[in-house]
Structures are given as structure tokens and as C-alpha cells.
């Protein structure tokens, strides 16, 4: 399976790439309480372990967890709707921050599926394009994104998941922005006012997706 197929399926899942149009802008709260549901499957270890939270993002997950997880995703709800009613609009607010910071947006999503398609094609783009010294960091990212996402599916197979509910592939989806957006600053940094050409490429590489491909400061705003 080529790392484009894995790309593909992963976007079938109720990860934020599968969700209409009303559902799109979902709030930093729900992400938080969808990742912890994700973060309680049975091999979520190997996902979380790719993350790289600061130490007080990790020990406000920890009460988010306390307070957020249950079982079922009919349970999840309730309890969101529960801590929203006895909690101070800070406390709400302080959750919401960090399910903002931790899970991706749904641009976020579906940017990090086309910005792997187009590093994947980098070579032929001009040579006033080229990416020399980032060759490494960009494969590196372009590994580590294949193997996380293929071992999503072979958890999630094993696990006997309903796509439709939390998934491993929601964490690894997670795992792959958090490593592609300094690797996308680093490409910026590199290219300088050459930024919006190679940007014009990379959305002819991928028109379907073109809309995703914009400047990291547009995709960090969610």
C-alpha cells in the first residue's frame, strides 16, 4: 500500500475529514473530549506516545480526562453537557483552549493529507522550488506519517472498530499534524518570498484539495 492509500483511508473516518458542512467548525471542547475517548482505546499508548504535549498541557489532559472520559460516546455527551452546566465559563474556556491546541481542525485534517501528497512530488517542481537541506527533515515526516497511519488501520482492524466511532486513526491523524506544522514552517522559513509561488505549485499538484495549501498562519487559525 503506497502512503497515498493510507492518506485516503484514514480520511474515511469520523476523524474531522468526515463530517458535513455543519459540522465542520466543532468547538475545542468537543475535540478534547473526542480525543479522550480515542486516548482510551486499546492501543492508543503507541499514538500517544508520538505526541509531544508540554508538561502542563499533559497535566491539564489528565483532569480533562478525570472529569470528561466516559465509556460510551452517548456518555461522553452527557458529560460534556455536565461539566459545561457546573463549571465557571473559565473552566470551560481552559478545556476548550487545549482541545484547540492538542486535536486538529478539520482544515488542519485534510491540509495534512494534501501537504503529504505534494511533498511526496516535490522533485518535480522547478528548480527555483527546490527544497535543498529539508530533504531529510521532509522524508523523516513522510515515514514517520506511513508508518503512523498504517498502524492505525492494523489497530483499528484488530480492535473491530466502527469507523464511525473514536478510532485510532483520529490519533494518528493528530500525531501527523503535530509533526507536519514545524516542518511546514521550516519549508516557509526556507523559501521566503518564494513562499506563494511554491504554494500556486503545490495547489496545481493537488486542485481538489488547493484551498487547504495556504500559509501555516491561515491553517493555525483553524
Not at 99 to 119: C, K, M, P
Not at 137 to 144: E, G
Not at 159 to 177: F, G, I
Request: with cysteine; glycine share 4%; net charge negative.
Amino acid at each position: 500500500m503506497q502512503f497515498e492509500a493510507v492518506g485516503d483511508h484514514l480520511s474515511r473516518y469520523k476523524s474531522p475529514g468526515n463530517m458535513d458542512e455543519a459540522e465542520r467548525v466543532e468547538s475545542g471542547l468537543h475535540k478534547l473530549s473526542r480525543f479522550i475517548q480515542a486516548a482510551n482505546l486499546p492501543y492508543a499508548h503507541q499514538f500517544l506516545d508520538a505526541l509531544d504535549l508540554s508538561a502542563s498541557d499533559s497535566a491539564a489532559l489528565a483532569l480533562a480526562v478525570e472529569e470528561l472520559y466516559r465509556p460510551t460516546s452517548l456518555d461522553s455527551e452527557y458529560a460534556l453537557f455536565a461539566f459545561e452546566a457546573s463549571h465557571t465559563r473559565a473552566d470551560v474556556q481552559a478545556f476548550g483552549d487545549l482541545g484547540n491546541r492538542i486535536v486538529e481542525s478539520h482544515q488542519q485534517f485534510l491540509a495534512t493529507g494534501a501537504w503529504s501528497h505534494v511533498l511526496k512530488r516535490r522533485h518535480e517542481a522547478s528548480p527555483t522550488f527546490h527544497l535543498k537541506g529539508l530533504d531529510e527533515a521532509i522524508n523523516d515526516y513522510l515515514r514517520f506519517a506511513d508508518d503512523i497511519g498504517r498502524r492505525a488501520i492494523d489497530a483499528d482492524f484488530l480492535s473491530e472498530l466502527d469507523p464511525l466511532e473514536c478510532t485510532h486513526a483520529q490519533l494518528a491523524a493528530t500525531a501527523q499534524w503535530q509533526r507536519l506544522r514545524p516542518l511546514l514552517r521550516a519549508i516557509e522559513v526556507h523559501l521566503g518570498e518564494r513562499r506563494e509561488a511554491f504554494l500556486a505549485w503545490a495547489g496545481s499538484v493537488e486542485p481538489s484539495r488547493a484551498e487547504f495549501l495556504v500559509p501555516l498562519a491561515d491553517l493555525e487559525k483553524g
